[in-house]
């Protein structure tokens, strides 16, 4: 059963194009991670899918309708930007007003146990670290026994063990059978809780596939050498920039690359190998699938 | 949904309490301004001073909603807050509702200085009856402009809001002959008050409190740009999208 779709759909802002014909479906019980740098896209497709804002063209559809229709978001839980909780309020008031919205909300102790809230329930929104207001706003994506929820960088921030604690949460969520679509500016994230990982640059959809082969396809490494001859021609080259006698070659394999340049003895100096950032290595994925790109 | 609109109507309360200056200042320039203008020049004549604390509280009835609405539903607009809770399962009726109560609550407490102020300190005066029928009509005046401000708050961005807000309430003051007892505004305010929201809701009041008689055609006036007033801020509340630029 499909819980969440988009059919084509473009969305623009002005003469801002941020979506552009994505076509995107979830499955009932499915854990997705949306990935792409900031700005590809992933934030736009989310308010479409949550009722926030209505496609410029094509069709949205959640849980059977359209999400702009206040009964088809009855199973539906949002994680709030942290940011953005009310500061004078306290964490239970904000956890009853969430819960007045729903029929058959989960009890306040359950889920604020569940979320390791207790302790501050009586405390106001505003007094707390980035990381218990984080614990806040995805707690309150489940307060309404959702059955698909879409969680905004749930963990990013937070230390190691705030960060397992949440992650077993949304993975018990999804053993019990519930939907989740993540979305992620961190490889790392998704890499943990997701299988299946939607890959969004530039409004578009680049990748829908494993986690496992977007890793491959993301994971692109920055291999700087001093070299004042040119490169010889090798397998694995995504591109290169050369900065004086400095060369920087991005590559998807920097193990195979290196061993290649010694084979090739190819006399370089002062090797370096860095992993990109995400947004490095979509500007080569890309270059790749959308050549005529503006 | 309308235990929703109560939920929607305590949490704004509790809001607000939390920033006590808020409700201070709401409360603190209609109570200002009975005293540096009415309980001076007209607070010995009864006639005098109740139609000028009907004025008064025209006046505050239209400038707190407009502001409270206008520039707050504009505030919490920009707020990351706002667009979480239009992901929850409700349309725009309990907010509304909710914000509604919430704001006639703080408006009548807003409005308590000016007639304490009204009563101990001037002649004016009213009978017990007269004093209740004030206070359903002021409820009911309050509409038209709650829902102003919540045209101006749905449909532009704070700053813009904050500019509208004050352009438009001191020209709907002047000309709704709120400045000037009954019957004493400049021939042209005199003709066109009636049928502006001002002029009609002040009309109202000077009827409930004194025998200034119930005017039908600015009644329809009123009831007009109520509905009217209230078809902008659905229409603008349904085409906000929140934030522009995100």
């Known amino acids: 059963m499909i819980l969440a779709r988009t059919e084509d759909v473009t969305r623009r802002y002005g003469d801002k194009l941020a979506l552009d014909g994505v076509s995107f479906e979830v499955e009932a019980g499915e854990l997705v991670g949306l990935l792409g740098p900031n700005g590809a896209g992933k934030s736009t497709l989310v308010n479409l899918l949550t009722g926030i804002r209505r496609p410029t063209s094509g069709r949205v559809e959640l849980l059977g309708g359209d999400p702009r229709r206040p009964e088809n978001r009855r199973h539906l839980g949002v994680t709030p930007q942290e940011t953005g909780l009310p500061a004078s309020l306290r964490v239970g008031e904000v956890v009853d007003f969430v819960s007045a919205h729903y029929d058959d909300p989960l009890p306040k102790g359950e889920l604020l146990d ?101 890793r491959g396809l993301v994971a ?37 690359l290196v061993r290649d340049l010694v084979a090739h003895e190819v006399p370089f100096r002062g090797l370096e190998v860095r992993p990109t950032s995400l947004e490095e290595a979509f500007l080569t994925i890309t270059e790749d699938r959308t050549p005529a790109a503006a | 949904m309308t235990s929703l609109a109560m939920t929607h109507a305590r949490f704004q309360l509790i809001e607000t309490a939390r920033i006590p200056i808020a409700l201070f200042g709401s409360a603190f320039f209609p109570a200002a301004a009975m005293l540096a203008f009415v309980v001076p020049f007209v607070g010995s004549n009864a006639e005098y001073a109740t139609a000028a604390t009907a004025s008064m509280v025209t006046f505050s009835v239209m ?101 509208v807000a004050q352009l438009l309430f001191f020209p709907l003051a002047f000309l709704g002959g709120l400045m000037t007892g009954p019957g004493m505004a400049p021939g042209f305010v005199e003709d066109l008050a009636p049928y502006l929201p001002t002029g009609g809701a002040a009309r109202l009041m000077w009827a409930a409190v004194s025998d200034f008689p119930y005017d039908f055609s600015s009644i329809a006036a009123l009831a007009g740009w109520t509905i009217t007033l209230g078809w902008v801020a659905v229409w603008a509340y349904r085409r906000d999208e929140g934030r522009r630029f995100s």
Do not use: C
């Not at chain 2, 807050?81 to 349309?91: I, S």
């Open chain 2, 63 to 163: 400038s707190t909603n407009l502001f409270q609405y206008g520039v707050g539903v504009s505030e919490d607009r920009a707020q990351p807050w706002d667009p979480y809770v239009r992901t929850l399962p409700a349309g725009a009726g309990p907010r509304f509702a909710g914000r509604v109560m919430a704001g006639l609550t703080l408006m009548l407490v807003s409005l308590l200085p000016v007639i304490l102020i009204a009563a101990f300190l001037t002649e004016a005066t009213v009978t017990m009856t007269a004093f209740l029928v004030a206070l359903a009509t002021t409820v009911v005046i309050a509409i038209p402009f709650i829902l102003m401000g919540l045209a101006i708050g749905y449909s532009m961005p704070q700053k813009a809001a904050v500019v």
């Open chain 1, 114 to 214: 569940r979320f390791g809230l207790t302790d501050l329930v009586r405390r106001q929104t505003g007094g707390l670290s980035g990381g218990e207001k984080r614990r806040v706003a995805v707690a309150l994506a489940f307060v309404g026994r959702p059955r698909i929820v879409f969680l905004d960088e749930p963990t990013t921030g937070l230390d190691v063990q705030a960060r397992r604690f949440l992650w077993d949460g949304i993975r018990s969520f999804s053993a019990e059978g519930g939907t989740v679509v993540l979305t992620s500016h961190y490889l790392e994230e998704i890499e943990a809780l997701a299988r299946r990982v939607v890959v969004i640059g530039g409004g578009r959809v680049l990748a829908d596939d494993t986690v496992d082969a977007v």
């Open chain 1, 220 to 256: 692109v490494h920055r291999v700087s050498l001093t070299l004042s001859d040119a490169l010889p021609e090798l397998a694995g080259v995504a591109s290169v920039e050369r900065d004086g006698d400095r060369l920087h070659v991005l590559t998807p394999d920097a193990d195979r």
